[in-house]
């Protein structure tokens, strides 16, 4: 799969490319993931990108003509015989907020066009024009579109057949359908006991006994407690969508459950 990233600051992606296990997908092209920058495609000595906003008001707006030469050149780099044209996603508080169902679609996808917007936003018109989704992290503004960007690049990228070295590893994240679209259990390592600032802590005996079906039923109530205190209306969900079983039930039916 192909993404473009439109974006004023293409060396913040630079690092995350080569940093971390989600570089495999990034290297081996899995994840292919090109940089363009719309000020390369502003006219004038200055290349100018921005401008104040008509109406009075803080701050700047980028300008749309930049953005669409710069959408117009990623199309005619992209074009091949019969490829469907790549849907253009622009990051804003505005849009849907992106959850593991739809870094899943994007996992599956053949990519698309991402517009980093910054300043006070972009010009609306190239966004009636040229936008065909919105996508934001959550309810708050960032100086920029860069950092959701990276997010979706990320999400997807540890999606990638072969990426986390272990197959079975984003099948156990917190939200995955293998999880019953829950909250991920509490994970523990060595030392057997370790000395913190509250004294000692032991890991709990039934991960350390070898009996998986145990150990299996200890995580599924972790999971089921976890969500019901921090997150009830994924409980609901997987409720409603018949996904708990009785054990599930009579397990959160109990008064103290952690």
């Known amino acids: 799969m192909r993404f473009d990233v439109i974006t004023l600051f293409p060396e913040l992606f630079e690092p995350f490319f080569k940093s971390g296990i989600t570089r495999r997908a990034f290297e081996s092209k899995q994840v292919d993931v090109r940089l363009w920058n719309p000020r390369d495609f502003a006219e004038g000595n200055y290349r100018r990108v921005d401008d104040r906003p008509f109406g009075g008001g803080p701050g700047m707006v980028m ?132 000395n913190g600032p509250q004294g000692p802590m032991a890991v709990p005996d039934v991960l350390q006994g070898g009996h998986h079906e145990r150990i299996a039923r200890y995580r599924r109530e972790q999971s089921l407690a976890l969500t019901a205190r921090l997150r009830p209306e994924l409980l609901e969900e997987a409720r409603a969508a018949g996904r708990l079983s009785k054990a599930d039930e009579a397990f959160l039916s109990q008064p103290k459950r952690l």
């Open 63 to 194: 300008m749309a003509e930049p953005l669409w030469q710069c959408l117009q050149a990623i199309r005619a780099d992209r074009a091949e015989p019969g490829e469907k044209r790549a849907p253009v996603v622009l990051f804003s508080p505005i849009g849907q907020r992106l959850d593991h169902a739809g870094a899943t679609q994007w996992a599956a996808s053949t990519g698309a066009v991402l517009v980093c917007g910054r300043y006070e936003g972009i010009d609306q018109r190239f966004i009636d024009a040229c936008v065909d989704q919105q996508i934001s992290l959550g309810d708050f503004v960032l100086s920029g579109g860069e950092i959701a960007a990276l997010a979706l690049l990320d999400s997807v990228a540890r999606l990638m057949p072969g990426v986390l070295g272990d197959e079975g590893s984003h099948q156990q994240d917190s939200f995955n359908p293998a999880l019953d679209g829950l909250l991920d259990s509490p994970h523990h390592t060595r030392p057997e006991v370790w």
